[in-house]
């Protein structure tokens, strides 16, 4: 029998909330013919290609450490694309980390940035380790609301007066998981101008950059003034399709990415060897097949959130990643009773918007990035488990 107290953990672990994620994928691994909206991963295989620069690294019996930073090559080959992408100049010998998934990446900026007592801005919804990792650095959240009515769009006004001055850092997600948000230029540009004046640091996920639509990726660092302040995260996972892989990167000056490197050799060590090389492989000759994902993503967004907004859940247009954010207040049932009955009587996975926040109460999100025909079988269920519960 497991006698352990729960007074015998830490403050900090007990202080993170299991992820509400979790429990509906408990459920749904028990269930047949569950059509699952819930799982932000493509559906697609990582690209033919890439998998054989994997699987030739094998064969070359690449299997040991590389550096604590990663590949050089591929550190090269990042280096080289936010330059092509933003006119940004990192040092790929001290100033690219390449990690375990843009999640460590999160991770490491915390614990090298956060004091116990540190305020952390991060948004709400909001991807949901944002908030444990700042719990686990000891770091103080301090989530700043976003509203259907911009569409989710965080701005720099409502930033500004959660500023205090025990406040080190503001985290963002751009484009935002869960709600699809992408935070305009204006607004960069006025949170840019809050983090010089008030002398904190941004950290920014950026691991969506690739999958936006009808509009632009403003990338923080290449804005006046951030590159010093900015720890840039973006990673492999969701563009081509490498979630399985597990290979993120930072981009920081030299000082911020030392202090991560600490934490990272200590922890980690390195990314895996075959996942770099695979990585190294999708950025030289992958550009293409991002291409066609994110022309394949763009028709289901277009459908289903269309879709959505037909059957009388009103969806705010998602600019960016693979989530529609629909409203189920109306129906009277609570985010989460909506997703439980959902997946009990439907067969249809969902995730509640407060697992997300307070501000995603009402809301579910739902991930696009599964087949066209799955997603429209989805809405058939989803209209009629509405029509049975007017």
């Not at 597990?246 to 202090?259: C, M």
Request: charged share 25%.
């Amino acid at each position: 029998m497991d006698t352990l107290k729960r007074e015998a953990l830490s403050q900090r672990v007990r202080a993170v909330k299991p992820s509400g994620i979790r429990k509906f994928f408990d459920i749904i691994n028990s269930m047949p013919d569950v059509i699952s909206l819930g799982v932000g991963e493509p559906d697609f295989v990582t690209p033919e290609h890439i998998r054989q620069a994997g699987i030739e690294a094998l064969r070359r019996g690449e299997t040991h450490y590389t550096s604590n930073y990663g590949i050089l090559e591929l550190r090269e080959e990042i280096a080289a694309m936010l330059q092509r992408r933003y006119g940004l100049l990192y040092d790929p010998q001290k100033e690219i980390l390449v990690t375990v998934g843009v999640s460590e990446g999160v991770d490491l900026a915390m614990r090298a940035l956060v004091d116990p007592g540190d305020e952390v801005i991060s948004l709400d919804p909001g991807y949901v380790a944002y908030e444990a990792d700042i719990l686990f650095a000891g770091g103080v959240v301090v989530p700043v609301p976003t509203y259907a009515r911009y569409n989710f769009a965080v701005r720099a006004a409502e930033i500004a007066p959660l500023i205090t001055p025990r406040t080190k850092v503001i985290l963002l997600g751009n484009p935002n998981n869960p709600t699809g948000a992408v935070i305009p230029r204006a607004e960069l540009e006025g949170i840019a101008r809050l983090v010089l004046e008030h002398d904190l640091y941004l950290v920014v996920d950026e691991v969506y950059s690739r999958l936006v639509y009808e509009t632009e990726h403003v990338c923080m660092a290449a804005l006046p003034g951030m590159r010093e302040r900015t720890i840039l995260l973006d990673g492999f996972s969701k563009a081509y399709a490498m979630t399985g892989w597990r290979v993120g990167y930072v981009a920081a000056p030299a000082t911020l990415l030392e202090a991560m490197l600490k934490v990272h050799q200590y922890a980690i060590m390195c990314a895996g060897t075959v996942a770099q090389v695979a990585a190294l492989e999708a950025l030289r000759h992958g550009e293409e097949d991002v291409c066609a994902m994110h022309a394949e993503y763009a028709r289901r967004r277009r459908m289903f959130v269309d879709g959505l907004n037909r059957i009388g859940l009103p969806t705010c247009e998602p600019r960016g990643a693979f989530y529609a954010f629909p409203c189920v207040a109306q129906t009277g049932m609570s985010d989460e009773e909506f997703a439980e009955k959902l997946l009990l009587e439907e067969r249809v996975a969902v995730v509640p918007g407060s697992s997300f926040g307070a501000c995603g109460a009402g809301y579910v999100r739902c991930a696009y990035c599964t087949s066209y025909e799955q997603l429209e079988e989805a809405l058939r269920r989803i209209e009629r488990f509405l029509r049975r519960h007017q």
